[in-house]
């Protein structure tokens, strides 16, 4: 998994110069520019008045698996454009870990039992301590082979010809998809919100902390005020 910031909101003209938490404060105060520190905007979100977070915008490029893209496209805020696998031959797959249903809350996960993991993207392994394996098997590796015929298979179609658009149908929840998203400050705290929650997949989590941490060093003023890494500040 990778996060990477790609693109933000810069001023012009009067605006030019200023940092992200200067732009809103601007904004805020209709065109006067004052320096506080963050001081304004830490006021704005207290008072949950968050239309001037909208003004300013974010772009992330995320590299994750399939199954967790999906998540994000549930944020209806954010605006996404995925890489199409009808334009590359290449198909990696992610690294993953095989958890125990949790019995209790049938959004969570419980204990890592195994993890399989593809170098690369490419070679594949897995690993699954003694007592597990007692119980469970071969299972890490059995998903290894089944991912890789999976692979074989696709590569086989490719070269007899057979269109990428039609081979991808059978490429698996753990192939690395590459998403661009992009949303305003506002729609960003939103996310995080929910996605640093400790209901959310902890794949997500991950991702998400990347996200904000990102966002804490472009605005260090207004993220210093609120524990984002928590989530439910809003």
């Not at 805020?77 to 009808?86: A, D, N, Y």
């Not at 939103?190 to 990347?210: G, M, P, W, Y």
Request: proline fraction near 2%.
């Amino acid at each position: 998994m990778k996060v990477e910031l790609v693109s933000k909101t810069v001023g012009v003209g009067k605006y030019e110069g200023l940092t992200s938490e200067e732009i809103i404060s601007a904004i805020a105060r209709h065109g006067v520019i004052k320096e506080d520190n963050g001081k304004l905007v830490k006021y704005l979100m207290t008072n949950k008045h968050w239309s001037p977070l909208d003004m300013i915008n974010f772009t992330f490029e995320v590299e994750t698996n399939r199954a967790i893209g999906r998540q994000w496209l549930r944020h209806s805020t954010l605006k996404p454009q995925e890489h199409s696998q009808r334009y590359s031959d290449r198909v990696l797959f992610e690294s993953f870990e095989l958890r125990l249903e949790d019995k209790v809350n049938r959004q969570s996960s419980t204990e890592v039992i195994a993890k399989v993991r593809f170098k690369d993207g490419i070679s594949g392994t897995s690993t699954i301590k003694k007592a597990d394996y007692e119980k469970y098997g071969d299972i890490g590796f059995e998903i290894v082979k089944h991912l890789e015929r999976t692979r074989e298979l696709y590569q086989k179609g490719i070269e007899m010809g057979i269109a990428k658009e039609c081979m991808r149908n059978i490429l698996p929840e753990c192939t690395t998809s590459t998403l661009s998203f992009n949303g305003t400050l506002r729609s960003w705290l939103s996310f995080l919100n929910v996605r640093c929650d400790h209901h959310a997949q902890k794949e997500i989590v991950q991702l998400a902390t990347l996200i904000g941490n990102a966002l804490e060093e472009e605005m260090p003023n207004v993220f210093k005020s609120i524990d984002w890494r928590k989530g439910m500040f809003m």
